[in-house]
């Protein structure tokens, strides 16, 4: 049975629509009924179908984030310009996850779900509610950027550009162990009762530690060197940091949502389309792709992204200087998204 939680609701993320496409098959195994992808468009589809831009979710976000940061008539993402469909990931919480199914797969027995089946997913949606065959691009950060590799190598004749910032297309060792940390830090707090609690706030103390671990990699040692917490939202050390930001962004997330997402992320590998064979997955893509990591990340760092971007054919790393680290991408350095915004408008301007 289902948890009631308030916090995925439009209230707190803004007007979305709930798409069904019916039972899905899901890569390792088994279906999940009636999937729910939750969505927010923004702008007009054209005649010729061609101006559609998606934009998948990362790690604990919803299309919140980027309609906020990212989207707009001030944005290359210009709604007057583009059909701007956000789909939040399976399992973050507004599309089907743990806390709202109910019977067989609810809670703790949520099944595993990959990124591939995300871009299934994603692509039967825009196929059956908009008839959208072809992509003019498909841009995401961090786990939207692992599903922007994974669409560019599996579906390549639908891909014409692809922006993946922050993030790679075949997830490392190091990145699946500090991941694995993150989920330790839920499913150690007894609380969590193997996924059988009654409520997020059963698993407060997981989730605050989850939140502080993610901080210790997501910022750079330069942005706490620098005091960056003051800049980012005027807080005067680092322990009110996080307490008024980091913990009270996560108190109210489902703890099973979130290991739900950690267990994709952990398993993002485009070679599993090609029996293991990265260089062969990469050699499929067809799409104009910028891999954009950005300058002090250490969850994806540019090293690791440089090693997989000369594999692809049309590809071309831009890296995006700022000391925010990998959470730069919520745009709390001013100098990361006027980067970002130029890079999408020449890999906008290419005729593909």
Same mark, same amino acid.
């Given at each position: 049975?289902?948890?009631? &939680?308030?916090?995925?609701?439009?209230?707190?993320?803004?007007?979305?629509?709930? #798409?069904?496409?019916?039972?899905?098959?899901?890569?390792?195994?088994?279906?999940?009924?009636? %999937?729910?992808?939750?969505?927010?468009?923004?702008?007009?589809? &054209?005649?010729?179908?061609?101006?559609?831009?998606?934009?998948?979710?990362?790690?604990?976000?919803?299309?919140?984030?980027?309609?906020?940061?990212?989207?707009?008539? /001030?944005?290359?993402?210009?709604?007057?310009?583009?059909?701007?469909?956000?789909? &939040?990931?399976?399992?973050?919480?507004?599309?089907?996850?743990?806390?709202?199914?109910?019977?067989?797969?609810?809670?703790?027995?949520?099944?595993?779900?990959?990124?591939? /089946?995300?871009?299934?997913?994603?692509?039967?949606?825009?196929?059956?509610?908009?008839?959208?065959?072809?992509?003019?691009?498909?841009?995401?950060?961090?786990?939207?950027?692992? !599903?922007?590799?994974?669409?560019?190598?599996?579906?390549? +004749?639908?891909?014409?550009?692809?922006?993946?910032?922050?993030?790679?297309?075949?997830?490392?060792?190091?990145?699946?162990?500090?991941?694995?940390?993150?989920?330790?830090?839920?499913?150690?707090?007894?609380? *969590?009762?193997?996924?059988?609690?009654?409520?997020?706030?059963?698993?407060?103390?997981?989730?605050?530690? #989850?939140?502080?671990?993610?901080?210790?990699?997501?910022?750079?040692?330069? *942005?706490?060197? !620098?005091?960056?917490?003051?800049?980012?939202?005027?807080?005067?050390?680092?322990?009110?940091?996080?307490?008024?930001?980091? +913990?009270?962004?996560?108190?109210?997330?489902?703890?099973?949502?979130?290991?739900?997402?950690? *267990?994709? *992320? !952990? #398993?993002?590998?485009?070679?599993?389309?090609?029996?293991? +064979?990265?260089?062969?997955?990469?050699?499929?893509?067809?799409?104009?792709?910028?891999?954009?990591?950005?300058?002090?990340?250490?969850?994806?760092?540019?090293? /690791?992204?440089?090693?997989?971007?000369?594999?692809?054919?049309?590809?071309?790393?831009?890296?995006?200087?700022?000391?925010?680290? #990998?959470?730069?991408?919520?745009?709390?350095?001013?100098?990361? %998204?006027?980067?970002?915004?130029?890079?999408?408008?020449?890999?906008?301007?290419?005729?593909?």
């Amino acid at each position: 049975m289902g948890i009631a &939680n308030p916090f995925y609701t439009e209230e707190f993320h803004g007007s979305f629509d709930l #798409h069904a496409l019916g039972d899905f098959e899901l890569d390792e195994g088994g279906v999940l009924p009636d %999937l729910q992808l939750a969505v927010a468009t923004f702008g007009e589809l &054209n005649a010729a179908r061609d101006n559609c831009i998606l934009v998948p979710t990362w790690y604990s976000g919803t299309h919140a984030i980027m309609r906020d940061v990212y989207i707009g008539p /001030d944005r290359v993402l210009d709604p007057s310009r583009y059909f701007i469909v956000v789909v &939040n990931q399976i399992g973050n919480g507004l599309s089907s996850s743990p806390h709202n199914v109910d019977g067989a797969h609810a809670g703790a027995n949520f099944p595993r779900v990959r990124i591939g /089946d995300d871009v299934r997913a994603q692509e039967q949606l825009l196929r059956e509610a908009f008839g959208v065959e072809e992509l003019a691009l498909v841009m995401g950060g961090s786990m939207g950027a692992q !599903q922007t590799w994974e669409w560019a190598v599996r579906f390549p +004749d639908k891909v014409r550009r692809a922006a993946a910032i922050a993030g790679t297309a075949q997830n490392t060792p190091h990145d699946f162990l500090y991941t694995g940390n993150l989920m330790a830090a839920l499913q150690h707090d007894p609380g *969590w009762n193997g996924g059988n609690y009654a409520s997020p706030a059963d698993v407060a103390a997981g989730l605050r530690l #989850h939140g502080r671990y993610a901080d210790v990699l997501g910022w750079s040692t330069e *942005w706490f060197r !620098q005091e960056g917490w003051r800049r980012t939202g005027d807080w005067g050390s680092v322990e009110e940091f996080q307490r008024e930001m980091t +913990d009270a962004y996560h108190a109210p997330m489902d703890p099973n949502a979130l290991l739900t997402m950690g *267990w994709k *992320w !952990q #398993h993002a590998d485009v070679a599993r389309n090609t029996g293991g +064979d990265l260089a062969a997955a990469l050699g499929r893509i067809k799409a104009t792709v910028y891999a954009m990591p950005i300058s002090a990340d250490m969850f994806f760092p540019p090293r /690791d992204v440089e090693r997989e971007i000369v594999m692809v054919p049309r590809g071309e790393l831009r890296v995006i200087d700022s000391i925010d680290g #990998h959470m730069g991408l919520l745009a709390t350095d001013p100098g990361y %998204l006027p980067q970002v915004e130029q890079h999408l408008a020449e890999l906008l301007a290419l005729e593909v």
